[in-house]
T-cell receptor, first 110, second 110 residues
């Protein structure tokens, strides 16, 4: 079975632009979460979606938004990019208790 | 707010030595605790999951203990190998999100 897949793997954007990151959970998993990991730190929670509804949101500005589709895949959108948004963005799918992470999308804002 | 601390931040040992990685958390009302491995620039690989009702979990050379009342978990890696070199992260779950420590970066010298 395929694990959690994220696309693209790397992305370079200019300040002020908008970006969309994509995530496909493990087959059968209905919950998807997004995390931001800045270099040298642990991941920080951004959103959780379950059955297409937002179940939780971390301490991130409204420039960050997400949605989940009927097939349980998810998109994370970030508007008006800032240099500080440069990070590894991780997607996790959860079934029961255990979280499984994808390889991440490395976003660089220049 | 849950605070997760991992000590030490970095560790260098000769091959064959046992590794002891520590994780502490401030709020003991957790659902479970998960240990992850992260290679440079990559996503997270789940190593062990301990439910809040459990005291320890084992997988091969890995053993993790949990003392929920004191807010501590320890990951033991027996007979370390150069391939064990990575960053190890612990994360505690409450409700819908994981709260992570900053990780311990391990180097195993051949």
């Amino acid at each position: 079975d395929a694990g959690v897949t994220q696309s693209p793997t790397h992305l370079i954007k200019t300040r002020g632009q908008q970006v969309t990151l994509r995530c496909s959970p493990i087959s059968g998993h209905k919950s998807v979460s997004w995390y931001q990991q800045v270099l040298g730190q642990g991941p920080q929670f951004i959103f959780q979606y379950y059955e297409k509804e937002e179940r939780g949101r971390g301490n991130f500005p409204d420039r960050f938004s997400a949605r989940q589709f009927p097939n349980y895949s998810s998109e994370l959108n970030v508007n008006a990019l800032l240099l500080g948004d440069s990070a590894l963005y991780l997607c996790a799918s959860t079934q029961g208790s255990e979280a499984f992470f994808g390889q991440g999308t490395r976003l660089t804002v220049v | 707010k849950q605070e997760v601390t991992q000590i030490p931040a970095a560790l260098s040992v000769p091959e064959g030595e046992n590794l002891v990685l520590n994780c502490s958390f401030t709020d003991s009302a957790i659902y479970n605790l998960q240990w992850f491995r992260q290679d440079p620039g990559k996503g997270l690989t789940s190593l062990l999951l301990i439910q809040s009702s459990q005291r320890e979990q084992t997988s091969g050379r890995l053993n993790a203990s949990l003392d929920k009342s004191s807010g501590r978990s320890t990951l033991y890696i027996a007979a370390s190998q150069p391939g064990d070199s990575a960053t190890y992260l612990c994360a505690v779950r409450r409700d819908y999100k994981l709260s992570f420590g900053a990780g311990t970066t391990v180097t195993v010298r051949a």
